[in-house]
T-cell receptor, first 114, second 114 residues
Framework: AQSVSQHNHHVILSEAASLELGCNYS??????LFWYVQYPGQHLQLLLK??????LVKGIKGFEAEFIKSKFSFNLRKPSVQWSDTAEYFC????????????FGAGTRLFVKA | GAVVSQHPSWVICKSGTSVKIECRSL??????MFWYRQFPKQSLMLMAT?????????EQGVEKDKFLINHASLTLSTLTVTSAHPEDSSFYIC??????????FGQGTRLTVV
């Protein structure tokens, strides 16, 4: 069965610090990978996605993620965080052989200190 | 991106009554729709997958007689919580996808059972 593991449940950073959130999935087939963000009191928004091609994916708001197939990883990065990046971040995966059910990781709650 | 709209965004109902939540894909035809449940400070848990014109496929542990899902058209799926109880209070989120796209998420429905 598909599963998604996010390593950090809570992260606290100061503004301008660099961010890297880990995500690993356990599925051997071809997968589609996503990072979503949920700001306090708001619904999910797609940050970026990987379907195929360049494994380094650029998303909105300065975020990027790198797909490393050999490590089953899709880590999210941002060089310099802002207070407005305070939110919860979810890694997600789906695959054709799984009926394209999007399975979410547990989420990482990021708090950026001003 | 494509738009998925849920209605209502917030509902309060009395214990023992039933509540229907609608999920509409506004500018695309969703061949598959998914229903998720999100408890406070937790991730999204997939409840069921529905394909237009077919019976929904429920995840393990989800009571199909309690959470009735109908996907009568390519733009509408409904989730009915039958005989709701306070423990059913949660945030319910739907998503829709076509064959070659990622899933697009609705804004969610907050259900409070009193």
């Amino acid at each position: 069965a598909q599963s998604v593991s996010q390593h950090n449940h809570h992260v606290i950073l100061s503004e301008a610090a660099s961010l890297e959130l880990g995500c690993n999935y356990s599925y051997g087939g071809t997968v589609n990978l996503f990072w979503y963000v949920q700001y306090p009191g708001q619904h999910l928004q797609l940050l970026l996605k990987y379907f195929s091609g360049d494994p380094l994916v650029k998303g909105i708001k300065g975020f990027e993620a790198e797909f490393i197939k050999s490590k089953f990883s899709f880590n999210l990065r941002k060089p310099s965080v802002q207070w407005s990046d305070t939110a919860e971040y979810f890694c997600a995966v789906n695959a054709r052989t799984g009926g394209f059910k999007t399975i979410f990781g547990a989420g990482t709650r990021l708090f950026v200190k001003a | 991106g494509a738009v998925v709209s849920q209605h209502p965004s917030w509902v309060i109902c009395k214990s023992g009554t039933s509540v229907k939540i609608e999920c509409r894909s506004l500018d695309f035809q969703a061949t598959t729709m998914f229903w998720y449940r999100q408890f406070p400070k937790q991730s999204l848990m997939l409840m069921a997958t529905s394909n237009e014109g077919s019976k929904a496929t429920y995840e393990q542990g989800v009571e199909k007689d309690k959470f009735l899902i109908n996907h009568a058209s390519l733009t509408l799926s409904t989730l009915t919580v039958t005989s709701a109880h306070p423990e059913d209070s949660s945030f319910y989120i739907c998503s829709g996808r076509t064959e070659n796209t990622e899933a697009f998420f609705g804004q969610g429905t907050r259900l409070t059972v009193v």
